[in-house]
């Protein structure tokens, strides 16, 4: 079956970096478009950035210059960097690939705090 495993979230300080990282299974991971969503409380699912299996990519107007998704399809796995995080970037994130079907991880917690 699909399986779409999210790691690196974690607690950080504004200014800082996490990265986050996606292992992928149960698909033919190169075909897929990856994307990486936030959820805040409250707050609807919005999509962070995304990169498609040409490997061109899209970013949210508040992420620009700060995230950046790669993937690597030898490992099945795509990667959100994300740096200058703000309180306002504390979410849950989660991983989403789409191709023919939308699969989702489970999702990482990212809290930026002092």
């Known amino acids: 079956q699909v399986q779409l495993v999210e790691s690196g979230g974690g607690l950080v300080q504004p200014g800082g970096s996490l990265r986050l990282s996606c292992a992928a299974s149960g698909i033919i991971f190169r075909l897929y478009t990856m994307g990486w969503y936030r959820q805040a409380p409250g707050e609807q699912r919005e999509l962070v950035a995304a990169?498609?299996?040409?490997?061109?990519?899209n970013y949210a107007d508040s992420v620009k210059g700060r995230f950046t998704i790669s993937r690597d399809n030898a490992k099945n796995t795509v990667y959100l960097q994300m740096n200058g995080l703000k309180p306002e970037d504390t979410a849950v994130y989660y991983c989403?690939?789409?191709?023919?079907?939308?699969?989702w991880g489970q999702g990482t917690q990212v809290t930026v705090s002092s």
């Open positions: 990169i498609d299996s040409g490997g061109s990519t």
């Open positions: 989403n690939a789409r191709y023919h079907s939308h699969f």
